[in-house]
């Protein structure tokens, strides 16, 4: 390459704003805000009925953020220049996140201590503490958090399964291009179908052909949802028939990226196959295996599909989720005050647990080499 | 005067002796023009013609039936409305997707008419259980973006009652014959401050069905006739536990109750058991306390009927396998239509299916009766028992109708548009079909009760007579269950539904607990909605 073809070294030097510049580039952004709030405060008169001005919905207010968030990318450039740009990789995201996440969480907050049951003529009442002390007292929401401990528990299972199948299409057997993708086709469907074509059809009571090989084998009554552990374990399994591919393939991915040296190494050095797998590839995937694991209990924890469209949460609340219980406190009962606040308290407890896993996996993330 | 003519008059009320007396005599021979005129009337050719599509015993409807029965019944549209007068009208329709009926119905009756028109309909498709969140949702946040909505009355207080309706225009109520209705679905049903808002295309109401092979000389229950009384029903149930059904040869099974939810709907199944016990003659009201919405529903008459439940629960064999996961649906289509079980509360969908539906084994052993009574009634006002025989059938839901919101107001041809598409899903003739066939809903008009049209169209006379003559009894009995309407009711029923689940699961130590448990949920609904509201929306909703 030559020194012509552009072989230097490249510099941001602080760029000659001039005043006029930087005058123009603080009004588009301020003034481009006083729009925004001027808009905002008068829709919200408009829609106190303090003042009419005809607003037929809050859309005006959507423009002037876009607008303002525009401005405000724009009057970046102009102010700094070179620097302004560097601030454009970061502040569209930022701005985006603030729009769908902050602003919500924040509404959703004034929504969770109030009492807004959708048929009520009075509409949104503040309440300060009420759903607190009720949540604090709701059998249903404890029990479904406790079925959630099992649930969640049940992963270890799922990734002992993934991790022997993860082994399995890793070694050098017939067909394995077909099975790597037939094992793949239980993720690919949607928890929804999988509830009706397993759940509502083949675990049928009466005319399931799970049901009927049942009967074939001597059960004389089979039911798959009917007694409280049975139907906590038979929904645990249609879950994890779905997801253990995911961390199947995300083990697999691992192990593939193993070092053959390493067990070439061991094969030279007379290791037996369980201490190669105890000594090299089971240390070697911890950080991989922790990864599958925390993603699956992210998913673990919003299962809800399944339980609705088969048990609806029975027999007795056996097979709620915390999830299924607010989808029904929102749906059913219209509370939206207290499901917001249900499902506010969850995002607590989920992110307060997952700091801690995460914290507790860094330790393990690193291999022992 | 022919005998069935005679039996259909005394079913609607009216006696022999009554019928002799001259003044009654007129009202009686009104009485039969309300049921004649189908046959008398210039449509009997096409009505005829109607109920031969596809004709029973020839399989389940679809959607070319539909367009063709839609397109047959044209007439009335065409002489409001002139060939391509809505075009460039866009009207979204909102309704159910129940079994792929409803929606799906409506959207082949109303392809030709939007052929004729020009008018362009869009769909909004729910499933039953999302019908009432979405329905709150919209009503709640003022978010109403559909200008036909198929709803139950029950909703008429949420939608009505705040203004979001918009008033039927008198041609409609003459396109429609709107007065060809059973007695219960006259107004105040449909009205709101003496205003029609409601084009009826369903008529509900429970009744008993049960498997006529389960009774008889050397049947398996050994009783010659079905029962009157839940108890007999419960003995039933009892008695069959350990024998073979003679239709399937699997095990017999009593009454069909549905243990598991469905999305508030459950909760009628609880209450045609509860309905005899709780219903007194002398009180109008059954689910609360008038005056101060106290849930009756731990009083000794409701704990009885959840109590009949759970004895049969404890009883190895009562119920089939796996009940606990069963909801109405289940009970309705997957175990009584297709042989499972002998006794069952439904709407009369099961009526029509039991014959027309290509999933039933049941159309030669399907009988038909009002919902059994019991022989103590619980008098909620004095707090005893009575030992008297008390019925009270259960009028649930009140039956779907067609209304169209007020985003028509301000556009006069839209408003047109919306409710002639409305009329003619709800027209005379039309709906004589969909009582006959499997639609989802159920006959509702004077007219649907003509026996002969419905024997031309190859029912088996004994068959649609106890069939119809069912609903009869039930729409016009004296002490029928009739639900209040007032804002929030599916939510008292879903929370009713959650707590029933566990005490059928056996996480209450009893009845009265799992009762008591419910009364104090309703409590709070009615206190997060508004108690006094409450109180002054029921007693509005019970004419009182």
């Known amino acids: 390459m030559s020194a012509s073809e552009g072989n230097y070294l490249h510099i941001v030097m602080p760029d000659q704003i001039s005043d006029t510049r930087r005058n123009f580039g603080r009004f588009i952004i301020w003034g481009s805000a006083v729009l925004l709030i001027l808009t905002v405060l008068l829709q919200s008169l408009d829609q106190s009925n303090f003042l009419s001005f005809g607003f037929e919905n809050w859309r005006p207010t959507l423009y002037a953020y876009l607008f303002w968030a525009f401005c405000l990318c724009l009057g970046q450039v102009i102010l700094y220049g070179e620097q302004g740009k560097r601030r454009l990789f970061i502040l569209p995201a930022v701005l985006f996140v603030i729009s769908v996440v902050i602003f919500p969480l924040i509404f959703a907050l004034g929504i969770a201590f109030s009492s807004w049951n959708l048929s009520s003529p009075d509409g949104r009442q503040f309440n300060g503490l009420a759903n607190v002390y009720q949540m604090w007292s709701d059998p249903f929401y404890w029990n479904a958090l406790k079925n959630m401990i099992y649930y969640t ?108 040296e390493m067990h070439e190494a061991a094969d030279v050095d007379g290791a037996p196959p369980w201490k190669k797998f105890w000594e090299i590839t089971f240390p070697l995937m911890l950080p991989v295996s922790i990864t599958a694991i925390l993603i699956r209990i992210i998913f673990k924890l919003k299962l809800a599909d399944i339980i609705i469209n088969v048990t609806s949460g029975g027999p007795g609340g056996a097979t709620d989720s915390v999830t299924s219980f607010i989808f029904r406190e929102y749906r059913d009962r219209s509370n939206v005050g207290y499901g917001t606040f249900l499902a506010i308290f969850y995002l607590i407890i989920i992110v307060i647990l997952m700091t801690i896993l995460i914290k507790i996996a860094d330790k393990w993330m690193r291999p022992r080499y | ?243 073979k059904d003679p239709l399937t040869g699997l095990p017999a099974h009593g009454f069909l109750d549905p243990l598991k939810g469905w999305g508030g709907f459950g909760m009628y199944f609880l209450t045609d058991r509860a309905g005899p016990y709780v219903k007194h003659p002398d009180d109008p009201a059954f689910l609360f306390d008038i005056d101060t919405m106290k849930p009756r529903i731990n009083n000794p008459g409701w704990v009885q009927a959840i109590q009949d439940v759970m004895d049969l629960i404890k009883i190895d064999g009562a119920y089939p396998a796996d009940q606990i996961n069963a909801d109405p649906g289940t009970t309705g289509f997957q175990q009584f239509l297709a042989g499972t079980g002998s006794m069952l509360t439904w709407w009369g969908d099961i009526g029509s299916n039991a014959r027309t539906n290509d999933s039933s084994v049941i159309g030669d052993v399907v009988g038909f009766s009002m919902i059994p009574g019991s022989d ?169």
């Not at chain 1, 270890?156 to 070694?171: G, K, P, Q, V």
């Not at chain 2, 009335?76 to 075009?87: A, I, M, S």
């Not at chain 2, 003619?424 to 006959?436: E, M, N, P, Q, Y």
């Open chain 2, 1 to 243: 005067m022919k005998v069935e003519l005679y039996n259909h008059i005394v079913r609607n009320g009216l006696t022999r002796r009554t019928m002799l007396k001259g003044a009654a005599s007129t009202a009686a021979l009104a009485a039969m023009g309300g049921a004649v005129p189908a046959l008398a009337d210039g449509h009997s050719a096409l009505r005829a013609a109607i109920m031969k599509i596809p004709g029973v015993g020839m399989g389940s409807p679809g959607d070319a039936e539909w367009q063709k029965v839609g397109e047959m019944c044209l007439g009335p549209v065409k002489d409001r409305v002139k060939p391509g007068e809505f075009k460039g009208v866009e009207l979204t329709f909102m309704g159910l997707n129940n079994q792929n009926l409803h929606n799906f119905l409506f959207r082949g009756f109303l392809k030709p008419w939007e052929a004729y028109t020009g008018a362009k309909i869009n769909w909004i498709d729910l499933a039953q259980a999302d019908y009432n969140p979405r329905l709150q949702q919209s009503i709640a946040t003022k978010t109403v973006d559909f200008d036909i909505i198929e709803m139950g009355a029950p909703f008429e207080g949420d939608t009505a009652g705040q203004g979001l309706l918009n008033e039927m225009p008198d041609w409609v109520k003459d396109q429609i014959d709107y007065d060809d209705l059973v007695g219960y679905l006259q107004p105040p049903v449909g009205t709101w401050d003496g205003k029609a808002y409601r084009i009826n295309i369903d008529g509900d109401c429970h009744t008993f069905c049960y498997r006529t092979d389960y009774f008889g000389s050397g049947s398996i229950t050994g009783r010659a006739n079905p029962p009157k009384t839940w108890q007999e029903v419960n003995q039933i149930s009892k008695d069959v536990v350990g024998k």
């Open chain 1, 153 to 260: 528990l049940a992963i270890l299972f799922e990734y002992i399964i993934a991790f022997s199948l993860a082994l399995l299409l890793n070694t050098q057997i017939r067909a394995r291009k077909f099975f790597r993708v037939a094992f793949l086709m239980p993720l690919m469907l949607s928890p929804v179908a999988v509830s009706w074509m397993i759940g509502k059809s083949m675990l049928e009571a009466r005319f399931g052909p799970i049901s009927r090989l049942a009967r074939e084998l001597g059960w004389e009554n089979p039911s798959f949802f009917g007694s409280h552990e049975m139907a906590r374990a038979v929904i645990m399994m249609m879950d994890a028939w779905t997801f253990i591919p995911l961390m199947m393939i995300m083990i697999l991915a691992g192990l593939q990226a193993i070092p053959k």
């Open chain 2, 376 to 544: 103590k009634v619980y008098n909620s006002k004095k707090g005893a028992w009575e030992n008297t025989y008390n019925e009270a059938p259960n009028n649930a839901y009140l039956g779907w109708g067609v209304y169209v919101t007020n985003r028509v107001e301000g556009d006069s041809k839209k408003r047109k548009a919306a409710w002639s598409a409305a009329a003619h899903i709800g027209g005379k003739d039309i709906s004589l079909w969909t009582s006959a066939y499997p639609s989802g809903f159920q006959p509702y008009r004077n007219s649907h009760f003509v026996y002969d049209e419905w024997e031309a169209a190859g029912y088996d006379r004994a068959f649609i007579e106890d069939y119809l003559g069912s609903n009869l009894d039930t729409y016009n009995h004296p002490n029928s269950l009739n639900e209040p309407r007032i804002p929030g009711i599916f939510q008292y029923y879903s929370v009713a539904e959650d707590e029933l689940a566990k005490g059928f699961a056996g996480q209450y130590s009893s009845a009265q607990e799992t009762a008591d448990a419910i009364a104090a949920a309703w409590e709070k609904i009615t206190d997060s909605i508004g108690r006094e509201s409450q109180i002054k929306l029921y007693k509005a909703s019970m004419g009182l």
